[in-house]
């Protein structure tokens, strides 16, 4: 059973747009969102976070966005640029981000010059 | 200032055999845990190890097991291993664990059963 689901395994954007990744969660116990990027052949880099007493958290050109009552968050990226091109992994924690992360399987970006 | 390093990067074995992995974390950081990547189940939590505690296990059977030392490094180990082990291993460290002190992760150890 998948509590963590992203539901597009690709995403294409041109470089200078939006790119908006979804994720999806069936755990209301979860309190503790992230998002991970992770290039080919390295370990995934951490890039943003939400406490679920928030709506929303900016960091540079990263927001990310939680929708509790329709257990939905989302990470836009503005503006895409080519170097964003990775895998975006959603993960989730409950305690406050003291347990262990469940992790959703990935979305490939890629950014079209 | 040295990110979290593993070792081996690769790793091959035969079905039946045990292996060691290590995990050296961010300097400062006291908190372990491993993940295993694989295609068809993507990345699922092994366990978190604090101050040489094992705080949190995943849903892996006991032939999956770790420690941490005082000086922080963990090592896991996966006894009689099975064809389906083959996957990336993934250590991470954080400051301390919960919000605000995200995860750090290594490159990982590659490992192959044959």
């Known amino acids: 059973d998948q509590q963590v689901k992203q539901n597009s395994p690709s995403l294409s954007v041109q470089e200078g747009r939006i790119s908006i990744l979804n994720c999806d969660y069936t755990n209301s116990m979860f309190d503790y969102f992230l998002w991970y990027k992770k290039y080919p052949a390295e370990g995934p880099t951490f890039l943003i976070s939400i406490s679920s007493i928030k709506d929303k958290n900016e960091d540079g050109r990263f927001t990310v966005f939680l929708n509790k009552s329709a257990k939905h968050l989302s990470l836009h990226i503005v503006p895409s640029q080519p170097g964003d091109s990775a895998v975006y992994f959603c993960?989730?924690?409950?305690?406050?981000?003291?347990?262990?992360?469940?992790f959703g399987k990935g979305t490939h970006l890629i950014i079209q010059p | 200032k040295a990110g979290v390093t593993q070792t081996p990067r690769y790793l091959i074995k035969t079905r039946g055999q045990q292996v060691t992995l290590s995990c050296s974390p961010i300097s400062g950081h006291r908190s372990v845990s491993w993940y295993q990547q694989t295609p068809g189940q993507g990345l699922q939590f092994l366990f978190e190890y604090f101050s040489e505690t094992q705080r949190n296990k995943g849903n892996f059977p006991g032939r999956f097991s770790g420690r941490q030392f005082s000086n922080s490094r963990s090592e896991m180990n996966v006894s009689t291993l099975e064809l389906g082990d083959s996957a990336l291993y993934l250590c991470?460290?954080?400051?301390?664990f919960g919000e605000g002190s995200p995860l750090h992760f290594g490159n990982g150890t590659r490992l192959t059963v044959t």
């Open positions: 993960a989730a924690s409950t305690g406050g981000g003291a347990d262990g992360l469940t």
């Open positions: 991470a460290s954080s400051l301390l």
